[in-house]
């Protein structure tokens, strides 16, 4: 199989970033209180697409003790309030990914919180070159979040990208590890630091408004075999439920489950339901530091 060069490849690895830092901004002026949580994924969504791209996960939006995986259901009344807000935007050119996370304090009283994970990823961000271990990267990041009094989510990882993989490897832990791998030249990995005045831990919540294809399967069921058809599109990338045609939905999705065809992304939350905060980039890999594409 003949493949792309580098150059075409890291090109479009920028030109997703790019949309998406644009969109982000955008999207965080929107963040405000009694606004809907579905217009905001929504608008983030459509306007991936108006650019000339894809989105490569369904925008998360996750509250307070949430920390992912959240995303508004298709006829979803929750509007903001007080809350700790993460965005999670995923946006992808050709399948090339950019993944960002911001957080936004419509309390206006969790700033320390919310700087300790910024503060966390720009110094794990100064020191990625070529050859760099997973494991400094760890211990910077740990540092940074502990020195300024709370707890690195040590379940939560950054990782790599890939080809329509939006979590490849290498891991890239929030803590200090004893192994780990070292980084290259032209890797592409997403650098995501989840702080917390909680346990340090997530646990799966109960609500699944996102899925992923894992391999297609026979199945019987019409409305099964028509949803598999549809998500073929998404090259096993995670899509919401809103995105689905609405009949007899919860049937086709159970059976693609029962089968195995289907992987569920359940909302993930703090487990003592202390606060998180999470500050996300991705970043090319270079000989001497790294590009980040999502700036
Ligand atoms: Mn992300
Ligand atoms: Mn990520």
Not at 8 to 19: F, M, N, P, Q, W
Not at 33 to 53: M, P
Not at 222 to 230: G, I, M, R, T
Request: proline letters at 4%; hydrophobic letters at 40%; a negative charge.
């Amino acid at each position: 199989m003949e493949e792309e060069g580098i150059e075409v490849v890291l090109d479009k690895y920028r030109k997703a970033g790019r949309i998406l830092a644009e969109i982000r901004g955008e999207a965080i002026e929107k963040v405000k209180e009694g606004v809907l949580l579905l217009e905001v994924a929504e608008f983030v969504e459509k306007s991936i697409r108006e650019r000339g791209g894809e989105p490569a996960f369904p925008c998360n939006i996750s509250l307070n003790e949430e920390a992912a995986h959240a995303t508004p259901s298709i006829d979803d009344e929750t509007v903001f309030g007080n809350d700790l807000v993460k965005i999670d935007i995923g946006v992808h050119v050709d399948g090339y990914i950019g993944d960002s996370a911001v957080t936004v304090d419509l309390s206006g009283e969790h700033e320390d919180l919310v700087r300790a994970s910024g503060a966390a990823l720009s110094e794990a961000i100064k020191i990625i070159r070529d050859g760099i271990s997973t494991v400094e990267i760890g211990e910077v990041i740990e540092n940074a979040i502990r020195g300024r009094g709370y707890r690195p989510v040590v379940n939560l990882s950054g990782h790599g990208l890939a080809r329509y993989n939006s979590h490849a490897l290498p891991t890239i832990p929030n803590v200090r590890y004893e192994h780990g791998v070292i980084l290259t030249e032209n890797d592409v990995v997403a650098i995501e630091p989840f702080v917390t005045d909680g346990a340090g831990k997530v646990v799966e919540g109960g609500t699944v408004e996102i899925y992923g294809l894992i391999k297609a399967k026979p199945v019987r069921v019409s409305e099964a075999k028509k949803l598999l058809d549809e998500i073929q599109k998404y090259q096993g990338l995670p899509f919401a439920k809103r995105w689905l045609p609405r009949e007899r939905l919860d049937l086709a999705l159970r059976t693609l489950k029962t089968v195995g065809a289907l992987r569920e992304y359940p909302v993930l939350r703090e487990e003592e339901k202390g606060l998180i905060s999470q500050a996300e980039e991705t970043v090319i890999v270079t000989k001497d530091g790294c590009e980040v594409t999502t700036k």
